[in-house]
């Protein structure tokens, strides 16, 4: 996260070197016009350094423009868009060390090429408050992209949870329940656990759990399943454990100030996860799982209790072994949520390996396909009662294309917040490479359908499930039709 101080230096430093390269200047010449060394200069352009009153004032006599201009956050039209850019809450507390941006770089490259990058900083803030694309939004964006360049996988973490099994001397297995990690809280780090506070307070089902930083307690909901503890108390392990001290307080983040604290909630769920589910373990039992001919959702089930964790901590850690030890990177991650009624489907968490895979969220209000597996185990999940969990599978072949994928989901019966449901699907390309691993692919037992992404979209003309008519499609058919009856007039 970067200082006020380094982002004022950074602006002026913008500023000189964008107002040297356009009055054709090099740093000797402006040297020599103003009476300060090169290498002054060049850390002035660097942002190394800020100058005094008197050698601003230099500098902008020498550059033909005023003090104010120089101090200022005013610039001509041509670079405005960038001088916003460097001044927003958005550069100041992003980590660009952390994805690799020098900003020394990225101050040269907006400086070469100010024309192209301005315009592209100027469409690009354009589109965000056109579709009201808040700093949360960007945040969000941006974590899913990092996990995408690691390929969801974290080798320097893992390496922390190995420390830390070391450490503590526990097994690779943890036993279920919680009181291993409870008592790792209280007699390594001082934390108790409190699970009568929040009771008393009007609270949504959002909100698990509440460290209080000062009184050093982690406040549990009460009603909260041993596997929801389980990562909870997981997570607080990590943070207290890695001693980030960036970090939400809250399970559901309410306020983002900056970018750190988003990552380090992460970093710590993906720290509980592989906690409670060591890589060796897990990878021998997908290697078990992969061997098997023939399709059975018991596989999943085993899992979830030889671990004691939810479904959707499950298939994320999959998300992370998949890619990195079997090669399996084509593949996304969605949880999808119903209204009461089960008219409408929203994406709340997606993510998206080597490429945009289907299904994908969008913005335009469109119904996705209610073809979809995650959609039909919604709609059964709602029918039965207990606490099972529902594991179903699909081969997902998309209309129109090549493309099929193998999308295995899980839900569970019982109504989640305010009546509504929601299940959490990992979709792994169907490749060859896939069809090697997993030798149950070929298992005749295994459900088959064509999907798309949206109805709106959707050219299946027999579809038994279609919630809207494929509005969009006609009209690109109307424009073809248009297009190819104005060709007939010639050139």
């Known amino acids: 996260m970067l200082s006020d101080a380094e982002v004022v230096k950074l602006l002026f430093g913008f500023k000189l070197k964008h107002l040297r390269s356009e009055r054709g200047h090099g740093l000797e010449d402006l040297a020599a016009k103003t009476g300060l060394s090169k290498s002054y200069i060049h850390d002035l352009e660097k942002g190394k350094k800020y100058p005094k009153v008197d050698k601003i004032h230099v500098l902008a006599k020498a550059l033909g423009v005023d003090y104010d201009y120089m101090v200022s956050q005013r610039a001509s039209r041509s670079i405005q868009p960038v001088v916003d850019l460097l001044t927003s809450d958005v550069f100041r507390e992003f980590p660009l060390d952390d994805f690799g941006i020098s900003t020394n770089k990225l101050i040269e490259l907006l400086v070469n090429t100010p024309e192209r990058v301005t315009a592209f900083i100027s469409t690009i803030s354009q589109m965000i408050r056109h579709f009201q694309v808040s700093r949360e939004h960007l945040y969000f964006t941006a974590l899913r992209s990092y996990q995408n360049l690691k390929n969801n996988y974290f080798q320097e973490l893992e390496e922390a949870v190995a420390a830390f099994r070391q450490k503590f001397e526990l097994p690779s297995l943890l036993p279920a329940g919680v009181s291993i990690l409870e008592e790792l809280l209280q007699s390594q780090f001082g ?199 529902i594991v179903q599978a699909q081969l997902s072949n998309y209309w129109n294309s090549d493309h099929a994928y193998f999308c295995l989901s899980m839900a569970r019966p019982e109504a989640q917040a305010n009546g509504k449901f929601s299940s959490v699907t990992l979709g792994l390309l169907v490749n060859e490479q896939l069809r090697e691993k997993f030798r149950f692919l070929s298992d005749p037992a295994l459900p088959e359908r064509q999907v798309f992404t949206t109805c709106e979209r959707c050219g299946i003309t027999d579809c038994e499930a279609r919630a809207r008519p494929p509005l969009i499609l006609e009209e690109r058919s109307e424009d073809e039709e248009l297009m190819n009856a104005l060709r007939q007039l010639g050139t």
């Open 191 to 389: 934390v108790r656990v409190d699970r009568a506070a929040l009771v008393t307070l009007k609270l949504p089902a959002s909100c698990r759990s509440y460290f209080a930083r000062d009184a050093k307690v982690l406040h549990l909901r009460k009603g909260l399943s041993a596997a929801q503890e389980r990562f909870l108390l997981g997570r607080e392990l990590a943070f207290q454990y890695m001693e980030w001290k960036e970090r939400p307080y809250e399970t559901r983040i309410v306020e983002i100030p900056n970018f750190e604290i988003l990552f380090n909630n992460f970093r710590a769920s993906y720290f509980s996860s592989a906690l409670l589910m060591e890589e060796n373990t897990v990878l021998q039992d997908l290697e078990n799982w992969a061997n098997s001919t023939s399709w059975d959702p018991e596989w999943m089930l085993q899992l979830l209790r030889k671990y004691d964790v939810t479904p959707e901590m499950l298939l994320q850690r999959l998300s992370n072994l998949f890619p990195h030890h079997l090669g399996l990177s084509d593949l996304f991650f969605l949880r999808l949520e119903s209204s009461s009624d089960l008219q409408t489907y929203r994406m709340t968490k997606e993510l998206h390996l080597d490429r945009l895979h289907s299904p994908y969220a969008n913005a335009l209000n469109e119904h996705y396909c209610r073809r979809w597996v995650s959609v039909n185990i919604i709609k059964q999940a709602r029918q039965r009662k207990g606490e099972e969990v």
